[in-house]
């Protein structure tokens, strides 16, 4: 089992910048990769960006050249660093994780969840 716990969200006028924080727990040794999802009200989640054990990382298209994922493997804690932010980017933003044991077998795992509001 892997335990993901946010942190950081908050509300934040357009153009500012906020940095979330998500502390990995329990069974990471095997983690593939650990990325953040969002959710806005009346849309489907979607991937926000990740980053695999190898550091590649990948971003959607909304976001490319203002967010950026970094990960420090001493606190076994991912950041996604948001600047330029946009009303659009309003949503709540979830940690996602996820790994393959022995044998194969692949899970992932949620964070809570925190929220994020940009006011134009």
């Known amino acids: 089992q892997v335990q993901l716990v946010e942190s950081g969200g908050g509300l934040v006028q357009a153009g500012g910048s906020l940095r979330l924080s998500c502390a990995a727990s329990g069974s990471i040794f095997s983690i593939n990769s650990m990325g953040w999802y969002r959710q806005a009200p009346g849309k489907q989640r979607e991937l926000v960006t990740f980053i695999t054990s190898g550091g590649s990382t990948k971003y959607a298209d909304s976001v490319k050249g203002r967010f950026t994922i970094s990960r420090d493997n001493a606190k076994n804690t991912v950041y996604l660093q948001m600047d330029s932010l946009k009303p659009e980017d309003t949503a709540v933003y979830y940690c996602?994780?996820?790994?393959?044991?022995?044998?194969?077998?692949?899970?992932?795992?949620w964070g809570q969840g925190t929220q994020v509001t940009v006011s134009s």
């Open positions: 996602h994780a996820d790994r393959t044991v022995v044998g194969g077998q692949w899970y992932d795992y």
